[in-house]
């Protein structure tokens, strides 16, 4: 039994000692600490026990019980009741969306007429318009480095904006649809996506009437047939700072990245002879994590924010929609992330205005989902000049994607007892409310 006892200190320390590394790699303080104490403490309990002239039964018991609590763990019981998958019955008007109205030029001519359709909205809004807004030097997180940077990358990606739609430029030449599908995708990943997905077009991907740009007001009657959409990732450590400048900057910088894919991807499909637009930062004719769930990206959580299983909503997501026949992929559809965002909360807990709903799944607007207050948030990022991003920083969902927060992913994918362990783990690793990271030496830091 001593022996047993040996290996069970042993392994215990080489399991502790890999995770107090990982925390160290990802620069998370208080798991580093906390870790570290594990990594004391733990071996220290097995090797007491086998010091202790304890009789023979109750190292048994205690080592049959720390066999029980692991065989518990890994058993699957992954298949979660009472989360259907729900598809949304309509279409929302991206007029309504908070980017479109804080777009909106008070006393212009598309400023009255909105509040005529929508005189329920004015005062959120008169309340936004009050605060400095968002990469405002007067806001509370004005930081003149990171927010410079944001606002460079916002502009860069406006300049994209004359190729996210055009002619196409031959005739349209037959590819295989397996081999436009591998090619695509294997480009996106090339590019740097971490995910790409093909669905066709539905309706209810749409918004019915575009909200910004000079196209305001008209209906989209998009015809294409199919989407793509990819994600690519959020740095770990500058979303890490949120709700400071560097997130904001981090935020934008993808945008870019995200925004200048799909626009290649576009212009590739164009060349090819079919129609193709691309769906970038500020010019959306689509509602991206819809797209993204169809084309089998991940499930949409309790922040309304796609949960990809690589990196949970720590991504932005591109995506192109065009004629170009391609294979579809299999919608995402995840009862284990509903389940676990419906245990864990924690992004509910952090929001400063307490934007995100702490209640089950609700009908909004002909979905089945959690709804976030966007005008709460919005009015939130007025007042830093941050896109904020504290929800997407705590999530257990968004850690970086190595062996460790793979191997406890497959858990929560597997056994709903796994996700109730998985979860006091998290909050005891890196507490509930964490503070903001420090950014990378070179970018200021304002904590
Ligand atoms: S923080 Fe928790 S509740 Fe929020 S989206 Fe992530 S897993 Fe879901
Ligand atoms: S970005 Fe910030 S304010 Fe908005 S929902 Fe997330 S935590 Fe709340």
Redesign the pocket.
């Known amino acids: 039994m001593n022996y047993l006892m040996l290996i069970l200190a042993a392994a215990s320390l080489a399991s502790l000692l890999a995770l107090h590394i990982t925390c160290r790699q990802e620069n998370e303080k208080t798991a580093m600490r906390r870790s570290a104490w594990a990594a004391i403490i733990v071996p220290t309990i097995f090797i007491v026990l086998i010091v202790l002239p304890l009789p023979a039964v109750v190292l048994s018991v205690f080592v049959s019980f720390i066999g029980a609590v692991g065989l518990i763990l890994i058993i699957p019981t992954g298949k979660s009741q009472g989360f259907p998958k729900h598809q949304p019955q309509g279409r929302i008007d991206e007029r309504t969306i908070m980017f479109s109205r804080a777009a909106l030029k008070p006393e212009s001519e598309n400023f009255e007429k909105y509040y005529e359709l929508h005189p329920e909205h004015r005062q959120f809004d008169d309340r936004f318009r009050r605060l400095p807004g968002l990469m405002s030097p007067k806001s509370g997180k004005f930081e003149p480095l990171s927010f410079a940077a944001a606002a460079a990358s916002f502009e860069t990606v406006e300049q994209l904006a004359s190729l996210i739609d055009g002619p196409v430029e031959s005739e349209p030449r037959n590819i295989p649809p397996e081999q436009a599908t591998r090619f695509v995708k294997g480009w996106l990943k090339k590019l740097g996506a971490v995910s790409s997905g093909v669905t066709l077009l539905k309706d209810e991907h749409l918004y019915t009437v575009k909200g910004r740009g000079e196209k305001w007001g008209q209906p989209i009657n998009l015809k294409h047939r199919f989407a793509i959409a990819f994600s690519v990732e959020m740095d770990h450590r500058q979303l890490g700072t949120a709700p400071n400048g560097p997130t904001l900057m981090e935020s934008a910088e993808q945008y870019l990245n995200a925004g200048a894919m799909a626009v290649q991807v576009a212009v590739f499909i164009r060349k090819m002879g079919w129609a193709a637009e691309a769906h970038i930062d500020a010019n959306y004719k689509v509602i991206c994590p819809l797209v993204g769930r169809d084309a089998g990206l991940g499930e949409i ?3 309304g ?1 796609l ?1 990809t299983p690589e990196l ?2 720590r991504v932005r997501l591109g995506v192109i929609t065009t004629d170009l026949s391609l294979i579809p992929d299999k919608p995402g559809y995840d009862p284990s ?1 509903l389940h ?9 807990d ?1 929001c400063p205005p307490g934007a ?1 709903s702490h209640q089950p799944r609700e009908m909004h607007e002909g979905s089945l989902r ?1 709804k976030i207050d966007s005008e709460a948030c919005f009015t939130y990022w007025c007042a830093t000049g941050t896109d904020c991003g504290q ?2 920083k ?5 850690h970086p994607d190595t062996m460790i927060h793979s191997w406890v992913r497959w858990g929560i994918r597997n056994s709903f007892i796994f996700r109730h362990f998985a ?1 006091r783990m998290d909050d005891w690793l890196y507490g509930r409310k964490p503070e903001p990271m420090a950014p990378a030496s070179w970018i200021p830091s304002r904590r």
């Open positions: 959580g309790r922040m924010l949960m949970g909503p992330v676990f965002c419906s245990l864990c909360r924690k992004c509910a952090i995100i959690w929800c997407m705590v999530c257990p969902y968004s979860l």
